[in-house]
């Protein structure tokens, strides 16, 4: 199975900024959209951005509008997800997940972490206050 990379993780102050990277082992990522989702244990993991295969179109959550970034670079099969003025409440596990979508699945199929067809192991971020 496909498993994709996250790097970028770790401790920061509240107001901070982090920079999460997604690394695919090949160029099949470049035909998917990624989304970034966050889990904290004993909540449901929830949706927190989302990218198009080729870049153009972004989805962000509510709770990081204004705050975070996704892009990605198909030259070398990564995504990022900068993360500033970050909050306590932004501390979870975060991991990037890549599907294949057509027009019409797009948001709704990027926003859907079942819907995804692999995942990275991810990488923890906790924002101290």
């Known amino acids: 199975q496909v498993q994709l990379v996250e790097s970028g993780g770790g401790l920061v102050q509240a107001g901070g900024s982090v920079r999460l990277s997604c690394a695919a082992p090949d160029n099949t990522f470049t035909s998917e959209a990624v989304g970034w989702f966050r889990r904290v244990p004993g909540r449901e993991r929830e949706f927190v951005a989302g990218?198009?295969?080729?870049?153009?179109?972004?989805r962000y959550a509510d709770f990081v509008k204004g705050r975070f970034i996704i892009s990605r670079d198909n030259t070398k099969n990564t995504a990022a997800l900068q993360m500033n003025s970050l909050k306590p409440e932004d501390t979870a596990k975060y991991s990037c997940?890549?599907?294949?979508?057509?027009?019409?699945?797009?948001?709704?199929?990027?926003?859907?972490?079942?819907?995804?067809?692999?995942w990275g192991q991810g990488t923890q971020v906790t924002v101290s206050s």
């Open positions: 997940a890549a599907v294949l979508l057509t027009e019409s699945d797009w948001p709704a199929g990027v926003e859907d972490y079942y819907n995804m067809d692999y």
């Open positions: 990218i198009s295969s080729n870049g153009n179109k972004t």
